[in-house]
């Protein structure tokens, strides 16, 4: 069934697990992530962020946005498991609105460049309309280093609990993105991976929110390795190691935003493949090695998430 992200994520901070949000821009990777969970009869949040819904759309975000919720919906209402779509890393306020009037289940809006006071401001406009059309919201304090969707994050700058609090009660988010030491992309880390728990378990205490972690992904090194046994260059790639996403979720986050590890499946399989098979030119084909590898990442997310059989 199609749902509210927010009854998804209100049921796994109750019952302290995790819930993978899987980042799409086609329909191969939301099939891919589809046959993993429901292998594992798991909840599934499946996210755009605003370069997919241009992508989809051919520049028409509303396009895009419309393109997305008819394949996901209209396929959750035809499957026994929860699927929830989620804008990611909303930023832009008319593909925000377009997401909303499209029929995401819930939004993302980033304003965590902005300081506290017009993040606060901001996220509060948002949260009013979305929550007049029925769509709950996720929003962001602190900052992740690497590039933060198209924003140069300089270096990690952690979560404030004390603002987290006020945040929280003041926006009235429905769940909740601190950043606590993490970066997107697939050079996470450049020696030790380390994530500030204390400060995660302080956030969890004073907002009783469900909380997200972004930049999640454990770049797995299977796939690194095959990926560069077929002419990738993945060198110095470090990701999220299972036992620390463990304690994240031990800790209190809730939705673990997964996209590098997604990429770098289907960019290991999409090789092996084409490597070894000179004859196909049936995409259904050629890219079903590559599919396999993501719904098996899938599957051991949410293996390490807890998700599994909590329909
Ligand atoms: O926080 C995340 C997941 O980040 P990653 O999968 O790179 O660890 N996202 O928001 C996904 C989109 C940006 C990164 O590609
Ligand atoms: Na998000
Ligand atoms: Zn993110």
Partial sequence: ???????????ASEGYYGVAAFNINNMEFFHAILEGALEKKSPLIIETSEGAIKYAGMNDP????????????????TVDIPIALHLDHGNNFDIIMA?????????????SHEVFEENMRITKDIVRIAHAAGVSVEAELGQLSGIEDNVEAAENVLVNVDEAKEFCETTEVDFFAPAIGT???????????????????????????????????????????????YGADFGGSKG?????????????????NTDTDLRIA?????????????KQFDPRKYQRKAMDYVKKVVMERIDILGSANKI
């Fill in 266 to 278: 289907y960019v290991a399989g999409l090789r092996e493949f084409l490597a070894h098979d000179a």
């Fill in 240 to 256: 999220v190691p299972a036992d620390v996403l463990k304690q994240t979720v031990e800790y209190g986050i809730n939705k673990v």
């Fill in 62 to 77: 509303y396009r895009g946005a419309r393109f997305f919720v008819n394949m996901i919906k209209d396929m959750a209402n």
């Fill in 99 to 111: 997401a909303i009037k499209a029929g995401y289940s819930s939004v993302m809006i980033d304003a």
């Fill in 183 to 229: 970066s997107h992309g697939a050079f996470k880390f450049k020696g030790e991976a380390k994530l500030d728990y204390d400060r995660l378990k302080k956030v969890k205490e004073v907002t009783g929110k469900p909380l997200v972690l972004h930049g999640a992904s454990s770049v797995v090194q299977e796939y690194v390795k095959i990926a560069e046994e």
């Fill in 1 to 11: 069934a199609y749902v509210d992200t927010k009854d998804i994520l209100d049921k």
